[in-house]
């Protein structure tokens, strides 16, 4: 099957035929050696059916993050491996949700954040936002080594010196094609470049390039620590939270519910344990919340952002499996929202309207989202997307849409930091 006969099936099962031009012309640049990326994208538009998403609602610019990134951050672009791709602030409403929960006293103060990632940025503004806690860092794939080179594109080596990922120093499209265009050849640059620093001294801490040897270490403080390994893998002193972000959706539901019990062994008695996703900027979040309860955890909430009913990236669809629960559920949730039509042509007015001033993938001629204003810059994108959830918090549409959930029976609401929860 061609890209084009595989993007024409899928426009007709999921989309009525209805894709614009616009955004299948970017996803005709899904790489043809990535079966991998083809089955991801197949799963995806499957779940943005279910939640009733129509064609006009995929932006342009969502058809180029397809077309162009996702095949670089799939586990498949990593021979397997889930990469350690993180964001500073990512987390930030999460740390609010934990800080404004009614089960957070001066007792609350130790927490295990598995699935770090590196380097581990989400650790270090949750360290900052609770200096009192004790923070646990866990994460698999921390470096041994950590290149940088002349450009300050980085590396990081593992034991072996074997390259485990690679990320260049502004991550736009073109620099991610230099580096990825022929990945081995990249790797084994970055190994060259450690054998021949490995016996220089340091340079200054800023230099380029350099080598820093067991990197985490730097971030270490009498609060703060770091372990290699993984969920199941570490032995640890029992956590009031533990937080897995970023994670989980790269397993199935069967590594989901082994994740759960080790979790549950490693919680305090009454601690808690938020499970879920999000993109830039606490864009796109969604998450469990589970609470200790005897030996396991209770489900309490699920909760979300409520851009993730029309989202400019694609994290509400991100699973790597079909079994995926958490987009299963927010797929559900989604759906009921969105066939609420009173609710839909609010949700749309005020958010069409903030697009179109803002200049983000408003609507073309045709009433499809479409690209971004050349004025808005690469980082500028998603400080605009946190602001769009702000406006459908202040105007009330996350109250409206918990509303919409509590018509057709189910126990919702808006919880501390605005998102829509639905708790069990
Ligand atoms: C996309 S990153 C998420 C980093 C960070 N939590 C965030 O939200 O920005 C996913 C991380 O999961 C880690 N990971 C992979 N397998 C894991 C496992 N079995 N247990 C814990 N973490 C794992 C990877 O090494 C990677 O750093």
Redesign the pocket.
């Known amino acids: 099957m061609t890209t084009t006969q595989f993007i024409d099936d899928l426009n007709i099962r999921f989309f009525n035929g209805e894709l614009s031009n616009e955004f299948i012309n970017e996803l005709q640049q899904l790489p043809v050696d990535r079966p991998d990326v083809f089955a991801f994208v197949e799963r995806m538009f499957k779940f943005m059916n279910q939640a009733k998403v129509p064609a006009t609602d995929l932006s342009t610019m969502t058809g180029e993050i397809l077309g162009t990134l996702l095949a670089r951050i799939l586990p498949g672009a990593w021979e397997g491996a889930?990469?350690?791709?993180?964001?500073p602030g990512?987390?930030a409403a999460i740390d609010q949700y934990i800080k404004k929960a009614p089960w957070y006293t001066s007792e609350t103060n130790s927490m295990l954040?598995?699935?770090?990632?590196?380097p581990p940025?989400?650790t270090l503004d949750t360290a900052k936002a609770f200096p009192d806690w004790n923070i646990l860092g866990?994460?698999?794939?921390l470096p041994v080594y950590l290149i940088y080179d002349a450009q300050g594109n980085y590396a990081t080596l593992d034991e072996n010196k074997k390259t485990v990922y690679f990320q260049p120093a502004l991550p736009t499209i073109e620099n991610w094609n230099a580096l990825l265009d022929d990945a081995a050849a990249t790797k084994r640059r970055f190994e060259n470049l450690l054998e021949d620093l490995i016996d220089k001294p340091s340079g200054e801490p800023d230099s380029l390039p350099r080598l820093e040897k067991n990197p985490i270490a730097g971030y270490e403080t009498d609060k703060l620590a770091f372990i290699r390994g993984?969920?199941g893998q570490v032995e640890i002193q029992p956590k009031d939270v533990i937080r897995c972000?970023?994670?989980l959706f790269?397993f199935d539901d069967a590594f989901y519910k082994n994740a759960l019990n080790w979790f549950a062994k490693n919680t305090a008695e009454n601690g808690w344990v938020l499970i879920g996703a999000d993109w830039a900027v606490s864009t796109e979040s969604y998450y469990n919340v589970y609470q200790k309860v005897g030996d396991t955890l209770v489900n309490k909430e699920f909760a979300f952002s409520l851009d993730c009913i029309c989202p400019l990236a694609i994290v509400p669809w991100y699973a790597n499996y079909d079994d995926d629960r958490q987009t299963a559920d927010l797929t559900k949730y989604i759906a009921i929202i969105r066939s609420d039509t009173q609710f839909m042509e609010e949700f749309y007015s005020i958010h069409d309207a903030e697009r179109k001033l803002e200049g983000v993938c408003p609507r073309d001629d045709n009433g499809y989202y479409g690209v971004l204003d050349p004025s808005v810059g690469p980082s500028e994108v998603w400080a605009k997307a946190a602001k769009f959830i702000e406006s459908f918090n202040t105007t009330g549409l996350n109250q409206k849409a918990a509303e919409v959930l509590k018509k057709a029976g189910l126990n919702a609401g808006v919880n501390a930091v605005g998102h829509v929860s639905v708790y069990y």
Not at 82 to 87: D, G, K, Q, R, S
Not at 113 to 118: A, L, N, V
Not at 138 to 141: I, L
């Open positions: 889930v990469p350690p791709i993180t964001l990512r987390h954040d598995i699935g770090c990632g590196f940025y989400t866990v994460d698999p794939s993984g969920i972000f970023n994670v790269y």
